[in-house]
Nanobody, 120 residues
Framework: QVQLVESGGGSVQAGGSLRLSCAASGSIIRINTMGWYRQAPGQQRELVATMTSGGSTNYADSVKGRFTISRDNAKNTVYLQMNNLKPEDTAVYYC??????????????WGQGTQVTVSS
Protein backbone atom coordinates (compact mmCIF):
# COMPACT_ATOMS: atom_id res chain seq x y z
CA GLN A 1 0.00 0.00 0.00
CA VAL A 2 1.27 3.46 -0.92
CA GLN A 3 0.82 6.60 1.14
CA LEU A 4 1.38 10.19 0.04
CA VAL A 5 1.73 12.73 2.82
CA GLU A 6 1.87 16.44 2.10
CA SER A 7 3.11 19.24 4.31
CA GLY A 8 4.08 22.88 4.14
CA GLY A 9 0.94 24.83 3.28
CA GLY A 10 -0.12 27.95 5.11
CA SER A 11 -1.00 31.61 4.86
CA VAL A 12 1.33 34.29 3.57
CA GLN A 13 1.15 37.81 2.24
CA ALA A 14 1.65 38.56 -1.41
CA GLY A 15 5.32 38.38 -2.29
CA GLY A 16 6.03 35.76 0.32
CA SER A 17 7.29 32.20 -0.06
CA LEU A 18 6.22 28.72 0.92
CA ARG A 19 7.69 25.27 0.38
CA LEU A 20 5.49 22.23 -0.04
CA SER A 21 6.63 18.66 0.46
CA CYS A 22 5.08 15.34 -0.49
CA ALA A 23 6.58 12.08 0.72
CA ALA A 24 5.67 8.71 -0.74
CA SER A 25 5.98 5.58 1.33
CA GLY A 26 5.08 1.91 1.06
CA SER A 27 6.07 -0.95 -1.20
CA ILE A 28 7.62 1.22 -3.90
CA ILE A 29 9.82 -0.20 -6.60
CA ARG A 30 10.25 2.86 -8.77
CA ILE A 31 8.77 6.34 -8.88
CA ASN A 32 8.08 7.85 -12.27
CA THR A 33 6.57 11.31 -12.60
CA MET A 34 5.89 13.42 -9.52
CA GLY A 35 3.92 16.61 -9.70
CA TRP A 36 1.82 19.28 -8.10
CA TYR A 37 -1.69 20.38 -9.00
CA ARG A 38 -3.98 22.94 -7.42
CA GLN A 39 -7.67 23.60 -7.14
CA ALA A 40 -9.17 26.95 -6.25
CA PRO A 41 -12.78 27.23 -5.03
CA GLY A 42 -15.21 26.76 -7.88
CA GLN A 43 -12.39 25.89 -10.28
CA GLN A 44 -11.13 22.71 -11.84
CA ARG A 45 -7.93 21.12 -10.64
CA GLU A 46 -5.02 22.37 -12.74
CA LEU A 47 -1.42 21.40 -13.29
CA VAL A 48 1.20 23.46 -11.50
CA ALA A 49 4.42 21.55 -12.17
CA THR A 50 5.70 18.06 -12.87
CA MET A 51 9.06 16.36 -12.87
CA THR A 52 9.93 13.04 -14.49
CA SER A 53 12.31 10.49 -13.06
CA GLY A 54 14.90 11.81 -15.49
CA GLY A 55 14.57 15.33 -14.18
CA SER A 56 12.54 16.91 -16.98
CA THR A 57 10.18 19.58 -15.71
CA ASN A 58 6.97 21.14 -16.91
CA TYR A 59 5.37 24.25 -15.44
CA ALA A 60 2.11 26.08 -15.88
CA ASP A 61 2.71 29.42 -17.54
CA SER A 62 1.24 31.21 -14.54
CA VAL A 63 3.98 29.96 -12.21
CA LYS A 64 7.03 29.95 -14.46
CA GLY A 65 9.87 31.90 -12.91
CA ARG A 66 8.26 31.86 -9.46
CA PHE A 67 7.82 28.18 -8.57
CA THR A 68 10.44 25.44 -8.64
CA ILE A 69 9.76 21.72 -8.45
CA SER A 70 12.42 19.35 -7.20
CA ARG A 71 12.65 15.82 -5.90
CA ASP A 72 14.81 13.75 -3.60
CA ASN A 73 14.70 10.23 -4.99
CA ALA A 74 16.43 8.78 -1.94
CA LYS A 75 13.57 10.09 0.22
CA ASN A 76 10.79 9.48 -2.35
CA THR A 77 9.85 13.13 -1.84
CA VAL A 78 8.84 15.92 -4.18
CA TYR A 79 9.01 19.59 -3.27
CA LEU A 80 7.47 22.77 -4.58
CA GLN A 81 9.27 25.99 -3.74
CA MET A 82 6.87 28.88 -4.27
CA ASN A 83 8.29 32.40 -4.35
CA ASN A 84 6.70 35.76 -5.04
CA LEU A 85 3.30 34.34 -4.24
CA LYS A 86 0.23 36.12 -5.54
CA PRO A 87 -3.38 36.10 -4.29
CA GLU A 88 -4.34 34.12 -7.39
CA ASP A 89 -2.10 31.29 -6.18
CA THR A 90 -4.57 30.67 -3.37
CA ALA A 91 -5.80 27.09 -3.67
CA VAL A 92 -5.57 23.60 -2.26
CA TYR A 93 -2.38 22.05 -3.58
CA TYR A 94 -2.22 18.31 -4.29
CA CYS A 95 0.76 16.18 -5.11
CA UNK A 96 0.40 13.44 -7.70
CA UNK A 97 2.75 10.50 -8.01
CA UNK A 98 3.01 7.73 -10.56
CA UNK A 99 5.02 4.72 -9.53
CA UNK A 100 5.47 0.96 -9.63
CA UNK A 101 4.63 -1.03 -6.52
CA UNK A 102 6.10 -4.36 -5.50
CA UNK A 103 4.70 -7.12 -7.69
CA UNK A 104 5.02 -4.74 -10.67
CA UNK A 105 1.69 -3.07 -10.09
CA UNK A 106 1.34 0.51 -11.36
CA UNK A 107 0.00 3.17 -9.02
CA UNK A 108 -1.12 6.73 -9.53
CA UNK A 109 -2.37 8.61 -6.54
CA TRP A 110 -2.98 11.94 -4.88
CA GLY A 111 -1.90 13.46 -1.63
CA GLN A 112 -4.46 14.69 0.88
CA GLY A 113 -4.10 18.31 -0.21
CA THR A 114 -2.67 21.30 1.61
CA GLN A 115 -4.18 24.78 1.70
CA VAL A 116 -2.16 27.74 0.45
CA THR A 117 -3.67 31.16 1.10
CA VAL A 118 -2.07 34.35 -0.19
CA SER A 119 -3.41 37.68 1.02
CA SER A 120 -2.93 41.00 -0.75
Amino acid sequence: QVQLVESGGGSVQAGGSLRLSCAASGSIIRINTMGWYRQAPGQQRELVATMTSGGSTNYADSVKGRFTISRDNAKNTVYLQMNNLKPEDTAVYYCNVGLWQSGSYPYNGWGQGTQVTVSS
